[in-house]
């Protein structure tokens, strides 16, 4: 058993995770001067998210001057998306500049922690059968990290290759393949353009059409990255610009009923207006959504319709009910052939801990504390969960933005819980269930007027188990401005805490 407690230089702290959230926190951290950091991640290199997701076209839909560190700002990145290899290079980048590599424990999984109340440590155990001990634990595992792979009966007897998108097979050739494409999410509208010119026949199987809008992407130039290293005031206002767009215009139109009135009408237009580039007639009938712009996730592509397009693509809108050894069948009774199944059906977005079971006071599983939906003070806190924070947690997606700047926030949150475990007297911190309680009950009212609730689709937005009235609970957004979650998070109030004393 290894004690990772370190007096002196308590609180001893353990992040799950080395994405954007783990990180970006463990550089924080080690910049106020905590030194007794560990980083457990389970594959040998940092980057989560941006580390798994390598298929052909990934890349970020928040301008990449956004969808980075306001600490560390990157002058040259090579265009206004930046593609996924480029934003894994800046988490490398990051990682090493600060100084995080040396706190990294490559290769180690968590799949469990247990708070001991009588040492206010969290004793967390590894795939391996180690055990570590910490003070501090925070869950960065990110909400999007478990593949959702739907059971589809007899997939088990196709005989062709089958991967999802976040686990992409790039040793198996898609030129000439028959490939079926399960999903038309936001994975599936970045790969599809890359595969569908290789391939003999593609069919994407459609549960619902998405709103897509055009993606104003384009390569900076040289003279842009020049400038921006002369002049950083040029890159941190391109910054600011992107910041506003989001806060003061498409914001208001998902969380204001009066916003969406207002703004969804001119933001559908130009949806529509992408979908002209479909020349097929009858195509374009099965792409046109009907549920309110902005109830799900919307897409930005600036290629996917004209892919759709091509004479080898089919769009099939019927649902997929099981699988053969040559293909897949569809509730209508058509068999479609296909050499290669690609799922791109999202993640399980309920896991924002896997694959850890966490037990907090009196051996309580979160997953029982979550039994009617994830529910968390600030999308960061549990009661029953002491010295435990989550970073990307319920309710702190952005539906407009860049979920970087929701994850600074709470990383200056973290950073003054850990400041409060300096103080030898205190054993743990655990936040208050009426404080929780409340929290989320304003939360969720807030939450009925936005558009993905009463928008009227099914979205990975919403859960069911929402409770004894069977509503379906939004576990996933925010509904609010980014500028309102750092003004929350600004600071912790101790008052909200029950802090036990040694």
């Known amino acids: 058993m290894r004690d990772v407690t370190g007096m002196p230089g308590r609180p001893s702290i353990a992040i799950v995770g080395s994405g954007f959230s783990g990180l970006g926190l463990a550089i924080r951290l080690i910049g106020a001067g905590f030194t007794d950091l560990t980083v457990f991640e389970r594959a040998g290199d940092v980057g989560g998210v941006w580390r798994e997701n390598t298929y052909p076209g990934a890349a970020c839909d928040a301008p990449s001057h956004l969808y980075s560190y306001s600490f560390e700002p990157k002058p040259d990145w090579s265009r206004r998306f930046a593609p996924q290899p480029e934003i894994l290079d800046y988490l490398r980048h990051c990682a090493r ?42 869950a960065a595992c990110g909400q999007l990290s478990v593949p959702s792979v739907p059971d589809i009966p007899g997939l088990g007897d196709f005989a062709g290759t089958v991967f999802h998108s976040a686990r ?5 050739d898609l030129t000439g393949r028959t490939v079926a494409v399960v999903g038309n999410g936001a994975s599936a509208v970045q790969f599809v353009p890359r595969i569908a010119p290789r391939a003999a026949k593609l069919t994407v199987f459609q549960r619902e059409p998405q709103w897509v809008g055009w993606k104003w992407d384009r390569r900076y130039p040289r003279l842009r990255t020049a400038l921006n290293r002369r002049i950083p005031l040029l890159q941190r206002l ?4 992107v910041f506003v767009w989001f806060e003061a215009l498409l914001n208001p ?8 009135q207002v703004l969804s009408a001119h933001v559908r237009a130009l949806c529509r207006t992408t979908l002209w580039s479909v020349k097929d007639r009858r195509l374009r009938a099965r792409l046109v959504p009907g549920y309110e712009l902005g109830c799900k996730r919307v897409l930005v592509s600036s290629d996917y319709y004209r892919a759709l397009d091509l004479p080898q693509v089919d769009v099939v809108t019927s649902a997929v009910v099981r699988a053969t050894p040559d293909g897949l069948v569809t509730a209508d009774g058509r068999e479609h052939p296909a050499d290669t199944v690609i799922m791109a059906t999202g993640f399980r977005t309920r896991d924002f801990v896997a694959p850890m079971r966490v037990r907090g006071l009196t051996e309580r599983d979160l997953d029982e ?9 600030l999308g960061m806190a549990v009661a029953g969960f002491p010295n435990f924070f989550l970073m990307y947690g319920p309710n702190t997606n952005v539906g407009s933005g860049s979920v970087v700047h929701m994850l600074e926030s709470q990383i200056s949150y973290i950073v003054q819980a850990a400041r409060a475990l300096r103080d030898p007297g205190v054993l743990y911190m655990d936040v ?9 009950a304003a939360l969720q009212h807030r939450l009925d007027g936005t558009v993905w609730n009463a928008g009227g689709c099914d979205s990975w937005y919403l859960h069911s188990g929402g409770g004894s009235d069977g509503r379906r609970r939004n576990a996933s957004n925010w509904p609010g401005s980014m500028l309102g979650y750092r003004r929350r998070t600004r600071t912790l109030d101790p008052s909200d805490y029950r802090i036990v004393m040694r």
């Not at 969380?255 to 969406?260: C, N």
């Not at 504390?369 to 003070?377: E, F, H, Q, S, T």
């Open 432 to 440: 208050r269930e009426g404080v929780l309680a409340g929290f989320d």
């Open 369 to 377: 504390a979550w039994r009617d939906g994830p529910r968390a003070y």
């Open 253 to 260: 139109m998902l969380i204001a009923p009066r916003g969406r």
């Open 97 to 138: 500049k600060y100084g995080v590599l040396e706190h990294v424990r490559f290769g180690c999984e968590i799949t469990g922690a247990d708070f001991d109340p009588e040492t206010g440590q969290w004793n967390l155990r590894t795939a391996g059968g180690e055990v570590h001990r910490a003070d501090l634990l925070v």
């Open 238 to 241: 391109s910054r600011l610009a």
């Open 168 to 172: 992409w097979d790039h040793g198996h």
